[in-house]
């Protein structure tokens, strides 16, 4: 069962759609991330929220712009994205009372620039 | 910096068989945490094991287990009795406070 919960699963959008990704999980993870994963790589962080702050910006281009509206919701807005943002968007969560906690990743958003 | 190489690209095993994946870790902390992470195809990334660094004792987990090496920086993933559901990609990766550091991956198959 999939305890982290993305939606969409699939979405195709073109260079100047606006359009949203959301996460959710009931765990009582505090904290939660984005990832970006292209075929046969490891996913590259791109987002860090602890206890509802953003902790960690990777350098991300300002057209991805996350959102942290409670402790079990996680969104990412997109705008005016480019082919190369193609790829599949992780979602996952973690504990933050104990160090070394495993993360547990969502299926994933398939995004599709055209 | 931290890095994590895994020098392995793509493996094969046969059904029942046992393979082992490689891994190889830096880092400068003392505390840290190491994990093994299954993606099947077009399914979810799941954890396999986790090791902590202060602990001497290899962890296993049923037909997994690994070969925690701490001062040559080694950890090894061991499959036992492999089985279909096995193939998919494997990431080790390090951690010591909220950021996970992946490896490249390597491309498990298993051959019926």
């Known amino acids: 069962d999939t305890e982290v919960t993305q939606t969409p699963k699939h979405l195709v959008m073109g260079m100047t759609n606006k359009k949203s990704l959301k996460c959710e999980q009931h765990m009582g993870h505090r904290a939660m991330y984005w990832y970006k994963q292209k075929a046969k790589k490891p996913p590259e962080l791109m987002f860090v929220?602890?206890?509802?702050?953003?902790?960690i910006n990777e350098s991300v281009p300002s057209r991805f712009s996350p959102e942290c509206p409670n402790s079990s919701l996680l969104n990412l807005h997109l705008h005016a994205l480019q082919p190369e943002d193609s790829a599949l968007y992780l979602c996952?969560?973690?504990?933050?009372?104990?160090?070394?906690?495993?993360?547990?990743f969502g299926d994933g958003t398939r995004l599709s620039i055209l | 910096a931290q890095t994590v190489t895994q020098s392995q690209p793509e493996m094969s095993v046969q059904e029942a068989e046992t393979v082992t994946l490689s891994c190889t870790y830096d880092?400068?902390?003392?505390?840290?945490?190491l994990f093994w992470y299954k993606q099947p195809p077009s399914r979810q990334m799941i954890l396999v094991i986790r090791q902590e660094a202060y602990k001497q004792q290899n962890a296993t987990e049923n037909r997994f287990s690994v070969n925690f090496q701490k001062a040559a920086k080694s950890f090894s993933l061991k499959i036992s009795d492999s089985q279909l559901g096995d193939a998919a990609m494997y990431f080790c990766a390090e951690t010591s406070y909220d950021k996970v550091i992946f490896g490249p991956g390597t491309s498990l198959s298993v051959i019926p």
């Open positions: 880092t400068s902390e003392s505390d840290y945490y």
């Open positions: 996952a969560s973690s504990q933050l009372d104990t160090r070394g906690q495993p993360q547990h």
């Open positions: 929220y602890s206890y509802e702050k953003l902790s």
